[in-house]
């Protein structure tokens, strides 16, 4: 496997439930993929993915194309990784959209302040020249968060006072990236409102006041979610897709959650590209997502 991500995702609940398997040589039969499939439901696959991943295999198992439970666990293996490879399509910063705009969307707690700190040093790292909106304006602590993460790392942060209209800062951030010629603007926005149908008007206008400067922008529209928090991540895409078309995600906290199985769930029903992948608090912890990496540090 690649480095970290085993060493990171160890003891989570996939690797929990399917490792006894691998270690006291099965026999090949029903009750095989009876535990199969109860690993995968508890580590929150999801009831759909799960079945059609169990039926392909209970078929395949009857045709005879294995000739032991290793080779029944191998095909597994590469199911898991066939279902993934699919979003595995890494967020490519179009140099030649300047700025290159990320707007990015999730629920308070999942991680999404601490995301954009790790994403713009990488991409300050990879020499583009960067600038972050504080667009979490509902929350004041959010707004300060991102100021003194700025100032720390030598990054612009747009910012305007407490309660400000948040589409009023991504405008004037977009406005002040294209004259400062920044490569990549990345926008926060707020995790909660009073009500939820304020939350996504709110990112709605935000898109369309963005898009007034720049029909194109934003250009992607990178929702992060949190991997422990198991099918609640299906409904919150499902009302963030909705309001404001999520093109990608970012799932974090995959380390020591039981409950990581969800990415599975989420490419099967959405087919959103993922993005990254949070094994962890360190800035380096931030992956790029990617399926064989991610199914390896899962099996046992
Ligand atoms: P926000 O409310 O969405 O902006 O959440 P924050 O960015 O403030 O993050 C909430 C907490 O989650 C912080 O303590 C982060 O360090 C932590 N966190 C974020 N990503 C990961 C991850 O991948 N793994 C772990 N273990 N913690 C994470």
């Known amino acids: 496997g690649k480095p970290g991500w085993r060493e990171r995702l160890r003891g989570s609940g996939f690797s929990r439930g399917l490792g006894g398997l691998f270690s006291r040589n099965p026999k090949l039969d029903d009750d095989l993929l009876d535990e199969i499939e ?97 667009g979490d304006t509902f929350r004041a602590a959010a707004v300060a968060q991102l100021q003194a993460w700025g100032e720390r790392n030598g990054v612009a942060v747009v910012a305007q006072g407490q309660n400000a209209d948040a589409a009023s800062v991504a405008f004037d951030a977009l406005q002040a990236a294209k004259a400062r010629g920044v490569d990549v603007l990345i926008a926060d926005t707020a995790g909660r409102l009073h009500t939820q149908q304020g939350l996504m008007a709110e990112l709605g206008k935000i898109k369309r006041v963005l898009g007034k400067l720049d029909p194109t922008a934003p250009h992607e529209v990178l929702m992060v979610i949190d991997g422990t928090t198991g099918q609640n991540a299906l409904s919150q895409l499902r009302q963030f897709h909705a309001a404001a078309g999520v ?15 969800v990415v599975f769930a989420l490419a099967r029903e959405f087919g959103i590209p993922i993005r990254y992948a949070g094994i962890g608090e360190r800035p380096e912890d931030l992956r790029v997502f990617d399926a064989e990496a991610f199914v390896d540090a899962l099996l046992p």
């Open 38 to 134: 109860t690993a995968l439901i508890t580590a929150d696959v999801g009831v759909t993915a799960t079945t059609g991943l169990v039926e392909h295999l209970r078929k395949r198992m009857k045709a005879r194309e294995f000739a032991d439970a290793r080779a029944l666990l191998a095909a597994l293996r590469a199911e898991l990784v066939a279902l993934l490879e699919p979003v595995a399509k890494p967020l490519v910063i179009d140099t030649a959209t300047r700025p290159f705009v990320i707007l990015t969307v999730g629920v308070n707690g999942v991680g999404k302040t601490t995301t954009i700190g790790k994403l713009a040093r990488r991409y300050k790292d990879e020499g583009h020249g960067l600038m972050l909106a504080a």
């Open 247 to 261: 093109t990608g995600l970012v799932v974090t906290k995959l380390d020591g959650s039981a409950k990581g199985g």
